[in-house]
Nanobody, 114 residues
């Protein structure tokens, strides 16, 4: 069982990226899916979460700019990131959890720079 992120890269301030996380080997439809991030020298923080029924919540620092969504038919969760700022630079991690399990991805680097 695993989750695997993709879609990171280098983007200019104000730009957009979409991260994807593909899950396998566990009941995705019954899992809460999260995106966390960790900037250099900082603790890992939760930026967005989506429940198994699609209810989403966000950290205050990203509200209105980042959108989490899920496609249960594809076992995939997305993070659409718009109006990116320098301070969004971090490694972004996908995290899945449910009854008796949780899985973390390896992370994908997002760098916001001019």
């Amino acid at each position: 069982a695993q989750v695997a992120e993709s879609g990171g890269g280098l983007v200019q301030p104000g730009g957009s990226l979409r991260l994807s996380c593909v899950a396998s080997g566990f009941p995705f439809n019954n899992s809460t899916m999260n995106w966390h991030r960790q900037a250099p020298g900082m603790e890992r923080e939760l930026v967005a979460t989506i429940s198994k029924v699609g209810s989403a919540d966000y950290a205050d620092s990203v509200k209105g700019r980042l959108t989490i969504s899920r496609d249960n038919a594809k076992n995939t969760v997305y993070l659409q990131m718009n109006s990116l700022k320098y301070e969004d630079t971090a490694v972004y991690y996908c995290h899945a959890f449910g009854w008796g399990y949780e899985y973390w991805g390896q992370g994908t680097q997002v760098t916001v720079s001019s």
